[in-house]
């Protein structure tokens, strides 16, 4: 219950700072920027983001034939462009739709949740650990090459320290099979609240682990090539406003791409309304801001990125109608033949 009242209130709260938007800022400019980098612009912009889209799913194939799971890529493909748009319309910072992929990868294939799990965590381990790459690169570019306000400065250097700590500390935790989730475990198990839930867990966690950690060892390799594809794939996110303002007769530096890189995946973080609305679009006026981008061009940028994310949720929506409705045929064909 308290769940839903959050997604409610904080659906509202996204609503509204989007619609101030459009009453704060020139909207006919907005759209005319959106316009003008006319329809190559558009095309090359959604081809970049069908191209994110796609080397995930490869990413995720290739973890799961180490696994030994050799599914059919359409299938991998759906169900992880299922799970993306889950993630983005809920308020939890990009990883709430993990437990549809789990669950629905575990259902039309008949595999063990525990091992479909164990191969999402390691795929979002790695998506996240190429991102990390770029935040960490591209973070301490900018504290180096701009006068930051004191504020922003300490809070890039705040987070970066905690989230390559976190990175490091829980890659070195499966390689040395320290089990670091085990750990997390039993250290909630001794708070009263946790201790029960904690303790049915704990034998899952446990198979989790073994099986992570196969991917830092055993696995090592096919690890290392999806953690390659998602530096590709991060390199397409990193280079989305270089295409968007190319086309604006805009040159972004390299410094300048690593600072917007950077400084959006923090802002991303903290995700506390469906896809980040109205978040999103006031912190890009911001960031952008700093490396000289008026507001207006800056929000047609944002747009463009709402409305392409919104078309991928779209194509998710139709996939699972889809996949829904053959699940349900199939499943009638086989009551059918039982009955004869």
């Known amino acids: 219950m308290k769940r839903k009242i959050f997604i409610y209130i904080s659906t509202i709260v996204g609503i509204v700072f989007f619609f101030l938007v459009f009453y704060f800022f020139n909207i006919t400019k907005i759209f005319s920027h959106m316009v003008g980098i006319g329809p190559l612009g558009i095309g090359v912009f959604i081809i970049d983001v069908f191209l994110i889209m796609l080397i995930g799913g490869f990413s995720w194939q290739i973890i799961l034939k180490s696994y030994g799971h050799h599914l059919p890529f359409r299938d991998v493909f759906v169900i992880k462009i299922i799970s993306f748009a889950i993630s983005y319309l809920t308020p939890s910072m990009y990883v ?3 437990p549809i992929r ?5 259902k039309k294939c008949g595999i063990s949740m525990t091992r479909i799990g164990a191969t999402v965590v390691v795929d979002k381990f790695v998506e996240l650990g190429a ?3 770029y935040i960490f690169l591209g973070s301490v570019y900018i504290m ?3 006068d930051l306000p004191p504020q922003i400065f300490t809070a890039v250097l705040v987070l970066n320290i905690i989230l390559v700590s976190s990175a490091i500390l829980f890659l070195i935790g499966f390689i040395y099979k320290i089990k670091p989730f085990s750990l997390l475990a039993n250290t909630l198990r001794k708070v ?4 029960k839930p904690v303790e049915k867990a704990i034998p899952t966690i446990l198979r989790l682990e073994k099986d992570i950690s196969s991917a830092f060892g055993k696995h090592g390799k096919s690890t290392l090539k999806a953690f390659s594809l998602n530096l590709v794939s991060a390199g397409l996110i990193f280079i989305k406003p270089f295409i968007f303002f190319y086309f604006l007769h805009i040159l972004l530096t390299l410094s300048q791409l690593a600072l917007l890189f950077a400084l959006t995946h923090l802002l991303l973080a903290f995700q506390f309304t469906p896809g980040a609305l109205g978040i999103f679009e006031w912190g890009e006026v911001g960031i952008f801001s700093i490396v000289g981008i008026q507001s207006d061009k800056a929000l047609a940028y944002a747009l463009m990125v709402r409305i392409a994310d919104l078309g991928v949720v779209a194509g998710a929506g139709v996939m699972g109608i889809h996949m829904g409705v053959k699940y349900l045929l199939g499943k009638n064909k086989d009551e059918s033949l039982h009955s004869l």
């Open 144 to 146: 180096i090459h701009y």
């Open 96 to 98: 709430g739709g993990e």
């Open 192 to 195: 009263k609240i946790f201790k």
């Open 102 to 106: 789990i669950y629905l990868m575990g």
């Open 131 to 133: 991102g990390l790459f």
